[in-house]
C-alpha cells in the first residue's frame, strides 16, 4: 500500500520516473567536491545521475537533464540548504547526501582507466570487453561501440585497473562486479581466465559476474570452487514477442534456457546468491510480474530495474515507466518473493541505487555487508 512507503521511499520512486532537478547552489558545491569528475560517471543508461542517500538508507541514481531529456521536466528538486543537501517534492523531503566518486574519475587521471573499471557507489564494474556479441536494442554498449570494434581488453590491464579502484583514497571500491558485453564463442576461454585471475587477485575483496550464460562461459562448480561471491543471469524481459524486438540474440537461447541456468546456479551457489534483473517499463507489467516469479520459483534473486531510455540507443525516445507503475510492480513484486522466502535484490544498501527496491533482504531489514561509501 502507498501509505506503507516513506517519504525518502516515495521520492525515489518519483525521482526514476520523472528525474531531478539541480539547484545551481548544489550543482555548484558537488562540482567543487569532484575536482572535475561532474555529478556522476554516466558510463551506462542506468548509472547516469548522481548516487544520492535519502532518509531511511533509500539509495537513488538519479536521472539528470546533464544526460536524461525526461529529466527537464523534474519536479523534484536538490538544493542546498545551508551546509547539507536537501531534497523536496510538494511536501516529501528528505536529507540528501551525495556519494562522492573516486579519484580515479578526476579528469586529471584520464579516461584509460574507465575504459576499464567505473565505481557505483561502493563497488567497482569492470568492463572486459570493448562492444558486444549481442545487439539489445535498449543497451548502449552495442551503440557506443559497433561489433566492427569488438576487443578483448588484457587481463593483466584489467587487473590492474581493479587495484588502483580498490586502493582509491576517496572512494575505494569494497566489491568487485565483472559485467558489461557478451563473448564472442572463440573468446569464451578468454573469460574464464578472466574470472579466475580477478578472483584470485583479490582474495578479500567478494566478486560478482553478471553474464549472459552462452556455452562454456560460465564454470559453476569451478566458480564456486574459486570463491565467487553471487552470479547475475539476466532475463531483462520476460514476453517473448518482445524480447525478439528488442533482445534478438537472447530471444534465440530461449526462456528456458536461462531459467534452467539460474536453477542450476542457485542450487550450486546456494541461497540468495543468483540474481536475474528484469527491465521494468519495457513490457506489461503482466508480464515482468511473471518473469519475477518464474526467478522465484527457480530459486534466484529477482533485480527490477527501471528502464532509462539512453540516447544512444533505438530505444531513446521511449518514456520511462510512470511512478505509478514502478509502484505497482514493485508492491506486488515484493508479494511474489514473500511467498517463496525471498527478496527482491540486490541488498547491498549502496547497489540499490539504480534499482526498484529498498535493500531489505529476507530478513526485512536494510543491512551494510561493507564498509559505508565517503559520502557529501
Ligand atoms: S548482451 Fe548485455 S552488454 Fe550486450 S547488448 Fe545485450 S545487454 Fe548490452
Redesign the pocket.
Known amino acids: 500500500m502507498l501509505s506503507d512507503l516513506t517519504p525518502a521511499q516515495r521520492l525515489k520512486l518519483l525521482l526514476l520516473a520523472n528525474g531531478l532537478a539541480v539547484s545551481p547552489a548544489a550543482r555548484r558545491w558537488i562540482t567543487d567536491a569532484a575536482h572535475g569528475a561532474g555529478l556522476s560517471s554516466a558510463d551506462y543508461a542506468s548509472t547516469s545521475g548522481p548516487i544520492l542517500k535519502l532518509d531511511d538508507d533509500v539509495w537513488v541514481n538519479a536521472p539528470v537533464q546533464d544526460h536524461n531529456a525526461f529529466a527537464a521536466q523534474a519536479t523534484t528538486v536538490l538544493d542546498l540548504e545551508g551546509d547539507r543537501l536537501v531534497i523536496h517534492d510538494g511536501n516529501l523531503v528528505s536529507p540528501a547526501w551525495y556519494c562522492l566518486q573516486p579519484q580515479y574519475h578526476e579528469p586529471n587521471h584520464g579516461r584509460e582507466l574507465m575504459n576499464l573499471v567505473v565505481t557505483h557507489g561502493d563497488r567497482v564494474r569492470l568492463s572486459p570487453?570493448r562492444?558486444?556479441?549481442?545487439?539489445?536494442t535498449?543497451?548502449?554498449?552495442?551503440y557506443d561501440d559497433p561489433l566492427s570494434t569488438y576487443q578483448l581488453k588484457p587481463i593483466d590491464a584489467c587487473v590492474a585497473a581493479l587495484r588502483v579502484a580498490v586502493d582509491d583514497p576517496i572512494q575505494p571500491a569494497h566489491h568487485i562486479l565483472i559485467?558489461?558485453?557478451?563473448p564472442k564463442p572463440k573468446d569464451v576461454e578468454n573469460h574464464r581466465e578472466l574470472y579466475r585471475s580477478v578472483i584470485e587477485s583479490f582474495p578479500g575483496v567478494p566478486v560478482d559476474i553478471?553474464m549472459?550464460p552462452i556455452p562454456g562461459v560460465i564454470d559453476l562448480p569451478g566458480l564456486k570452487t574459486a570463491g565467487l561471491n553471487d552470479l547475475s543471469i539476466?532475463l531483462?524481459v520476460y514476453d517473448r514477442a518482445r524480447q525478439q524486438e528488442v533482445?534478438r540474440?537472447?530471444y534465440n537461447w530461449g526462456r528456458d534456457y536461462y531459467l534452467d541456468f539460474i536453477e542450476q546456479a542457485a542450487d550450486t551457489l546456494g541461497p540468495g546468491r543468483t540474481r536475474s534483473m528484469l527491465l521494468v517499463g519495457l513490457e506489461s507489467v503482466e508480464s515482468t510480474l511473471a518473469g519475477v516469479e518464474a526467478i522465484a520459483q527457480r530459486g534466484g534473486v529477482p533485480v527490477l530495474s527501471p528502464f532509462r531510455p539512453d540516447p544512444a540507443t533505438p530505444l531513446g525516445d521511449m518514456a520511462p515507466p510512470g511512478f505509478d507503475q514502478l509502484l505497482d510492480v514493485y508492491q506486488r513484486a515484493q508479494e511474489i518473493v514473500d511467498k517463496y522466502g525471498a527478496f527482491i535484490g540486490p541488498s547491498c544498501p549502496p547497489c540499490t541505487h539504480n534499482t526498484l527496491n529498498f535493500g531489505t533482504g529476507a530478513d526485512g531489514n536494510v543491512t551494510y555487508g561493507y564498509p559505508h561509501p565517503a559520502m557529501l
Not at 562492444?131 to 539489445?136: F, G, H
Not at 535498449?138 to 552495442?142: D, I, L, Y
Not at 559485467?179 to 557478451?182: A, D, L, N, Q, V
Open positions: 570487453l562492444s558486444c556479441a549481442m545487439t539489445c535498449f543497451c548502449n554498449v552495442p559485467s558489461g558485453g557478451t553478471m549472459v539476466n531483462e533482445a540474440q537472447k
